[in-house]
């Protein structure tokens, strides 16, 4: 389908009614509706649709570099690139036999790109929408190079919640974290459960493998099952944050909060030929205790 930018999005739908979008631009998931038709996925109302910046919203994917953590530009250039349909894709990791509409995507390095990170590689992007609604994404990167490479990797995910007031991080607990709001100082969560009263920007140090955003307001939790992938950024950008970022409402920030996937504090080293996998499953539950 076209999307109102004029780029190819493809659309993913379940038998049950749960969908998601996935634009070309970037491999950015631009949408994911659950099977009441609801948007899961935040999205700014005064987002840009035009490239090559990408969307405010929705999941982009940060590659090689997350956040200004490098010379790159901020979450490094994958998401801001066009990527391509991968016709054939090599064979991915096993998958049952259950419903599940997918697509994959296949982003290069351009001669451009070699010019501000000089390794070529093959970045592939599977997104899965499962028969239930859940939405997977999978993404390997392949060392094209002679030479090893490293690189961060983030699935920078906006949800969209009722009332940031009313939201709870769970899985965090006793977790070491890089505060971004102090110089990337390192503290120890002490509480039971992340709740917001100001702007949070963090980066948790190896957490398990599922973490629960619960939205009290609504009764639901989005539930995050990751591998390979051990850290976790938390970013609400409230009040004073927001009206500085051009391309988010000022009332926005109560309405979104962005938990990601990532790979940042150890960058992931590939040698020649060799490939990294980082997957992340994103569904609707009642708890994740
Ligand atoms: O930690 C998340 C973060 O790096 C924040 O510092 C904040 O700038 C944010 O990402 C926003 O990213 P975006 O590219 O969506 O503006």
Redesign the pocket.
């Known amino acids: 389908i076209k999307g109102e930018n004029g780029i190819s999005q493809v659309l993913l739908r379940s038998p049950r009614g749960a969908s998601a979008r996935v634009s070309l631009h970037g491999g950015q998931v631009r949408s994911w509706k659950s099977e009441k038709g609801e948007e899961l996925l935040f999205t700014s109302s005064k987002a840009i649709l035009k490239p090559p910046a ?1 969307v ?1 919203g929705g999941i ?1 994917i940060c590659f090689p570099q ?3 953590r490098g010379s790159l530009e ?2 490094g250039f994958a998401r801001n690139r066009m990527w391509a349909v991968d016709e054939n894709p090599p064979p991915f990791q096993s998958v049952d036999s259950s419903f599940k509409a997918s697509i994959d995507l296949i982003h290069k390095s351009s001669d451009d790109d070699l010019k501000i990170w000089p390794h070529s590689y093959e970045l592939r992007l599977r997104v899965i929408l499962s028969f239930d609604g859940n939405l997977t994404l999978i993404s390997r990167v392949r060392n094209g190079n002679s030479k090893p490479f490293s690189f961060s990797f983030a699935y ?1 995910t ?1 949800f969209s919640v009722s009332d940031i007031n009313e939201v709870r991080v769970e899985g965090l607990e006793t977790l070491d974290y890089f505060d ?1 709001m102090c110089n990337r100082e390192r503290f120890t969560e002490q509480g039971d459960a992340l709740t917001f009263e100001s702007e949070v ?3 948790y140090l190896s957490s398990s493998d599922a973490v629960g955003v619960f939205d009290h307001e609504l009764k639901r939790t989005f539930v995050i099952r990751k591998e390979g992938l051990p850290d976790v ?1 938390v ?1 609400n ?1 409230w009040d004073k944050k927001s009206r500085a ?1 051009s391309d988010f409402g000022d009332e926005e920030y109560k309405h979104m909060l ?1 938990v ?1 996937a990532a790979a940042i504090e150890k960058p992931i080293t590939l040698k020649p030929g060799e490939e990294w996998t980082g997957l992340v499953e994103l569904s609707i539950g009642a708890s994740i205790q």
């Open positions: 990408a405010r982009t997350f956040g200004n901020q979450h920078h906006y971004n920007d963090r980066v950024v970013w950008p970022i962005c990601d």
